[in-house]
């Protein structure tokens, strides 16, 4: 089936270390995004790839880190720089950034 | 001031009931998406529309661009409606997002 793979669902990480986390996409978009979600608040752009090798900062960059060497991949690195870390994270792709866009089932980042 | 403003943020209904959430804007767009996010987490995309209205099953989405004004309708509503529904809007370059509907249907 055609679709977003975000893994892994829940992931808990102690504060210090670097994760990354995992987006794979089977529908041939160009687009993908990194998106974080906390309670009460709307999700917030963090990153965004128009196409392969190239991406540009969403409005809270600051502390992640991407990377597109494949179309149909895009992961997330949250670094010991990001203040909060703990929250929803969710990656989307549409076949360009004017198209709907498809989400994943989206990853819990536990920091302790 | 958000950019995009939902109402109501909690709604309870019976089985069977008519419900309507929505969503109000304050920037030009060019397309305004209603999703569904389930207590996984998960988020499904219903609807994409930049004008009039869509219908899909027991589901309507309608857009006033004059008004910069949505509203998502649930006919005969359900308990596996109940979930989190998010308007979002488009602009040229990204997509701005609501905080949501908490919507819980019981039988």
């Known amino acids: 089936d055609g679709g977003i793979t975000q893994s892994p669902k829940y992931l808990f990480r102690k504060e210090g270390q670097n994760v990354t986390l995992s987006c794979e996409q089977n529908?041939?978009?160009?687009?993908m995004y990194w998106y974080r979600q906390d309670p009460g608040q709307g999700l917030r752009l963090i990153y965004y790839s128009q196409i392969v090798n190239d991406f540009q900062k969403g409005d809270i960059a600051e502390g992640y880190s991407v990377s597109r060497e494949k179309k149909e991949s895009f992961p997330l690195t949250v670094t010991s720089a990001q203040k909060n870390p703990t929250a929803f994270y969710l990656c989307a792709s549409s076949e360009n950034i004017y198209t709907e866009a498809f989400f994943g089932q989206g990853t819990r980042l536990t920091v302790v | 001031k958000n950019e995009v403003e939902q109402s109501p943020q909690n709604l309870t209904a019976q089985e069977g009931e008519f419900i309507t959430i929505n969503c109000s804007y304050s920037?030009?767009?060019?397309?305004l998406h209603w999703l569904q996010q389930h207590p996984g987490g998960g988020i499904v995309s219903l609807f994409m529309?930049?004008?009039g209205k869509k219908k899909h099953g027991r589901l309507i989405a309608t857009i006033n661009i004059q008004e910069k004004h949505s509203s998502l309708h649930i006919t005969a509503s359900h308990p596996r409606d109940s979930a989190v529904y998010i308007c979002a809007v488009r602009l040229p370059d990204k997509l701005i997002f609501g905080t949501g509907t908490r919507l819980q249907v019981f039988p």
């Open positions: 529309l930049s004008s």
């Open positions: 529908l041939n978009h160009d687009a």
């Open positions: 920037v030009g767009i060019s397309a």
